[in-house]
């Protein structure tokens, strides 16, 4: 019996085929027009479809639930896995895969070569690398042919032209130029211009011989304010041959180039829909990113909430409720229930499947709350919005949440601490607020499934009210403070706080004040923790948050909660351009909510 499929939502493949799923979720298949599904092996996530000079297709991918990359090759009417070295293979985290005429090539980010600063006592390279893809016989051979290059870390969005005089390969904020010769050497030429400092690149284009780039200013409210009236968001570069950059008009949103390279504006109702739609399938993978990934690298907490997050929102009707965007919504819709039915699965494996590597001391296995409550807080939403009919997602993550057992954090009084010798950095001491923003929102979310006990609903209120009245309540601040404690303070070895980190001169002297992505974590808490206890926090703070986001400091994405006190915090011409558009899969939470903006600019119905 034929298997029956559907388009899998929301996503895109580069030679127009279509890319299909099967109804339990479990096998894709590409559909090229006039022709049967081509299947792949069960379980097997497509990333990237290539030709080979042999003739058929090379897809990249993973097997679910597992690390590292996986392929397969055309074969009759499907696809077979081919084989590839385990001990390579499990620690290459795919970016992006391209062609240079028929020889394919794989950016990769080597997730035991690139630990972030600090959480390693090895010298380390941040940076990518570049694979030769080579199929023979029944396994894939990889040869690298570029280490460590300094395009990006490992949450970029890779995008690559082929141009008459060679191949352009860019992430966010730098380009390489790649030529091969004849007998099969690649040669690199970076390429970075003077005004894409402070900037990122949101798409390129190849006009004639040459290619032009589209890039948004990217700041960092720790250094500098959100972006004023009038302030230009946009440019319109010249990436190769390299040269000058262009202002885009502040008052209007670029939604992509003219054929002759001119940037267009988002002008009508009718383009929003196609933009977001776009803007997620460009995204790594097809657009399929996170789907069925483990947490190993925390990527399910620090990107796929994001994106799951976000289209909740478009589902609830609290962005983009208008009844022309129906058509979106479904197609949301349809990709949180097979997303999140990789999650269920993945709570189903022997191993602990909540628990991450890569922030702890030699990628020591660790299970945190802030990973728990954020995805906790998904589960939740999706429970009550008839989205995830299963509970047993939903117990299991209450079942850590809820004990202190596994996890590397302690609870003390009102605060959370990293246990003492823990595998992690800042063992012995209290964790940054976000950790607790995080635990917090969880907490709030799966006790509006089934009540938390009145003891946990005591600490989530006291500790709600600790953060309140160290960081808010007296200024009532634009910004405020990563952490409190011995985090900002510090300490010394005769204290005996850590094992890990015997000395700690403190947060203070660092960036002390927390990014705008925590902060939005720790306002967003306090509002979920309104919504389910209603004596949680002071009556002027949804409010307040309402004017932060208006004013940049906050962002967009909390509209969402503010929603249910009545708040709609307005986002100014600057503010949409400034997230009307996304780089990062992350940002396409942020997007919607601009994008929610410009459609009530334009009274779309």
Known sequence: MAQPWADAPLTQTPDNSTLLVSIDGRQFAYRAQGEQPRSLPRDFIPQALLQRSSGGNLVIGRWALRDGIAAAVEQGGGYRALGIDESLAAKLYFLHAFNIGKNAYLVVYDVDETMPSGRSGRVV??????YRAMPAGDTLRLEKVADKLTLSGMDARFQDLALPDGHLLCAQSACVRLTEDASGQIAFTEIKGEGWTGRVLIEAVAVGRAARGLFRLDYDDRFRSPPAAGEVIYQDCAIWPLGDCRDVSADWLPKGYAPTGQPLALETCAEIAPLLRRDIARMPGHGLTYLGMNNHEGRLPWGQVYVLDGMLDVIERLALPQPRFDLLREDMRRRVVLELGWWSRLAETDKPWFWSRRYSLERVDILSMVHLGRMARVVGRAMRMGLLADDHLAANLREEMTNFDRSVERLDGVQLFIKRGAPFWLDGANTPWNYQSGWIEGLAELHSLRPISSNLQDTVRRMTASFLAAEVSEN???????????????WSAASGTSVNTPTWEGNKTRTSTAHISYRTMDVRAVLDTMRT?????????????SELVSQGWIYPMAAAPLRQFGLSPALSPT????????????????????????????DCQ
């Open 533 to 545: 206890f209603r004596d949680a926090a002071p009556i002027w703070f949804p409010a307040y948050v």
């Open 476 to 490: 009532r601040p634009r910004v405020w403070q990563y952490c409190a404690g011995p985090c900002q303070e510090g």
């Open 125 to 130: 390279r941040e940076g990518v690398d570049i």
């Open 575 to 602: 503010l949409v351009a400034a997230y009307g558009r996304a780089a990062t899969p992350a940002e396409n939470h942020n997007q919607i909510w601009a994008i929610d903006a410009v459609a009530k600019r334009l």
